[in-house]
């Protein structure tokens, strides 16, 4: 039976001399190699804590490790023992990490890591409020470091002996790396987006668009209309007209960069913080190109199929010389949209449930709409509680104001995304140009007037 001999830390150390031995006929007496003069004592000592230092760092054994042999004088020898012992008995982060995901099942799922993954840099670095999942908290007290190494062991690749730039440029390399960091960016934005304030999009319809080609909507032309079954039992088709207006989404975004050095430097924050005002410019984005929609054409909106703008008389919609925001000319602009008329030449009753002005105007609407309790019948207000107050900030002109009614009775303003492609999207990659992560953003996006029966609008005085 034979021994084993332990395993010996070496630190690319030039092999020793065996030392010779005499041998006799009685005994095998080794004999003794010549000493080397002996060097001071400090010198002696600088070379053992130099050499302590560079096993701590090595073996990533930490500098208390590396403090306490010192002060203790040990050999070094003694060190290389004590650090087999330490890397022997220690348990490596990365199989803590991989237990704590495989009781969830996620060992094997990398869509599953790198979405528990992002959400845990994205509470932890961008989003403190954020209540995190169960099987994320596993990953809340990683470093950026801690990340890297866990993609390459994911990946098969050893980070033993890696220092930490190192680390991060192999994790970059990783399917999974890359991934994280766009699943954070991607939460910081759609965060930002999704609060950031949309006044006119609660004024018009949202839709789908399927591709890029334009889209039309269809239009009954005599939903309202029953008629009298005959004898035979014969029913009457209600016909559909394709709307004759269309519009067309566009792809609009840009790029940005999470670089090698703010990876190493562990500044995530700059890269979230960047990733949040996106998501702000995403939303500022659709307002700007709702509210341009309904300015253009110095303010009486885009040109129609018919070679009028959407705010035309002969439209039944626009204020006859205008006049300031009070009860006489929202009376009149109820009226004006309760005797709209449809394809058919009926009347549809549009019911007012929006008024939109700008700043200028949010004291004299709010006034206006104020609901009283009156002593006297003509005291009455009566559109008190009838239509809901909208401020949009982005209307530039202070004395146009325009009533609209709900998007779901009514078609007007309608805006469209890609289908399955809703608000802003993210896309990653390593960088190209630069060394780092690059995400992308797009916005598939377009919005049109379909029809003008929703609005009214008055050009004030």
């Not at 908290?137 to 930490?164: K, N, Q, W």
């Not at 949309?198 to 668009?209: D, F, G, I, N, P």
């Not at 006297?376 to 949009?392: A, H, I, M, S, Y």
């Amino acid at each position: 039976m034979h021994d084993t001999e332990a395993p010996v830390l070496t630190r690319n150390a030039p092999d020793t001399a065996v030392p010779p031995f005499q041998r006799s006929a009685e005994t095998v007496v080794p004999t003794p190699a010549p000493q080397p003069q002996a060097a001071p004592t400090i010198e002696t000592r600088a070379a053992v804590n130099g050499e302590i230092r560079a096993l701590a760092t090595t073996f990533d054994l930490g500098s208390d490790w590396a403090n306490g042999l010192i002060d203790r004088g040990a050999t070094e020898g003694e060190a290389r023992a004590a650090a087999l012992e330490t890397l022997r008995t220690r348990a490596p982060r990365a199989p803590i990490i991989t237990a704590s995901v495989g009781a969830t099942g996620l060992h094997d799922d990398p869509m599953q890591f790198r979405s528990l993954a992002g959400e845990a840099v994205y509470a932890v670095r961008a989003n403190p409020r954020h209540q995190l999942s169960e099987p994320a908290r596993a990953f809340a007290s990683m470093t950026t470091l801690d990340l890297a190494r866990e993609c390459c062991r994911r990946a098969g690749i050893s980070t033993a002996g890696m220092v930490p730039a190192e680390t991060i440029t192999r994790a970059l390399s990783t399917s999974d790396f890359p991934a994280i960091f766009a699943d954070t960016a991607n939460r910081t934005l759609r965060a930002s987006y999704e609060t950031a304030p949309a006044v006119l999009k609660r004024l018009a319809r949202q839709s789908t668009a399927k591709d890029f080609r334009a889209k039309t909507a269809l239009q009954a032309a005599d939903m309202a209309k029953l008629e009298k079954v005959s004898e035979r039992g014969e029913y009457k088709y209600s016909a559909f007209v394709e709307g004759k207006e269309s519009y067309k989404i566009g792809t609009y975004g840009t790029i940005i960069s999470l670089s090698r050095p703010m990876l190493i430097n562990d500044d995530i924050g700059a890269f979230t913080g960047l990733s949040g005002k996106l998501g702000l410019a995403s939303a500022e984005f659709e307002a700007q190109f709702l509210v341009d929609l309904l300015i253009a054409n110095g303010g009486v909106g885009p040109t129609m199929d018919d070679g009028k703008p959407v705010f035309h008389a002969s439209h039944g919609n626009l204020a006859e010389g205008g006049g300031p925001l009070s009860t006489n000319t929202l009376s009149a602009a109820r009226l004006a949209m309760r005797r709209q008329t449809g394809p058919n030449g009926r009347p549809v009753a549009v019911t007012p449930k929006f008024l939109l002005v700008p700043p200028e105007l949010e004291t004299t609407g709010e006034t206006v709409l104020a609901s009283v309790q009156p002593t006297r019948t003509e005291d009455v207000n009566p559109f008190g509680g009838k239509l809901e107050l909208l401020v949009e900030p982005r209307l530039t002109d202070t004395g146009r104001w325009y009533v609209a009614a709900d998007p779901v009775t009514a078609e007007g303003l309608e805006y469209s995304y890609l289908q399955g492609a809703e608000g802003p999207q993210t896309q990653s990659r390593e960088g190209f140009e630069v060394d780092g992560v690059e995400v992308k953003v797009r916005l598939d996006f377009g919005a049109a007037f379909l029809d003008s029966k929703g609005w009214y609008m008055n050009e004030g005085q």
